[in-house]
């Protein structure tokens, strides 16, 4: 089966092995889906609230700073109804590159290495280009979020 293409996005293929697929698949009754977004949402919240708005830079270990608010912002959470699993973090454009590069939001839950272009001038006051690489040590913010959360999670999924 081919889904439709959407914007940019190439289309994607799933192919199916079984012939009882709707017995295969399980799908989330409404309680299920309620409670999972119910919990994706408290464990967002939290992440939110974690990271501070401020000027100065956050010690190694403790959420980050937000110095424009934008890491807070793009903070989502999605259900996934197919798996049965709901989706908790910051948006595309704060994740991780591909390969073995880091940046924005990956970079700070896991720490790392990184590179940046800069610009410099020689004697004579030429410009010319370096590429330095900086490390940066981990300020995690979503999993505390996860283990702040977790003992009340099977409250959230009695009824269920």
């Known amino acids: 089966m081919q889904l439709p293409q959407v914007g940019n996005m190439l289309p994607t293929v799933r192919v199916s092995q079984f012939f009882d697929r709707p017995g295969v698949v399980r799908y989330l009754s409404k309680k299920e889906a309620k409670y999972l977004s119910r919990a994706g949402g408290s464990i967002r919240l939290t992440a939110k609230r974690s990271i501070r708005k401020r000027k100065g830079i ?25 798996n049965g699993s709901v989706v908790i973090g910051p948006s595309a454009i704060m994740r991780q590159k591909t390969g ?31 590429i330095e690489r900086l490390h940066y040590k981990a300020r995690p913010f979503m999993q505390p979020a996860l283990n702040k959360i977790e003992p009340r999670l099977p409250q959230m999924f009695a009824d269920a």
Do not use: M
Request: aromatic content about 12%.
């Open 58 to 82: 956050s010690k190694p270990g403790s959420p980050p700073s937000s110095h424009e608010g934008s890491l807070r912002r793009f903070l989502f959470y999605g259900l996934d109804k197919v």
């Open 100 to 130: 073995t590069e880091k940046r924005g939001a990956s970079l700070l839950e896991f720490g790392g290495w990184t590179r940046r272009k800069k610009t410099r001038y020689d004697r004579n006051g030429q410009r010319y280009k370096v």
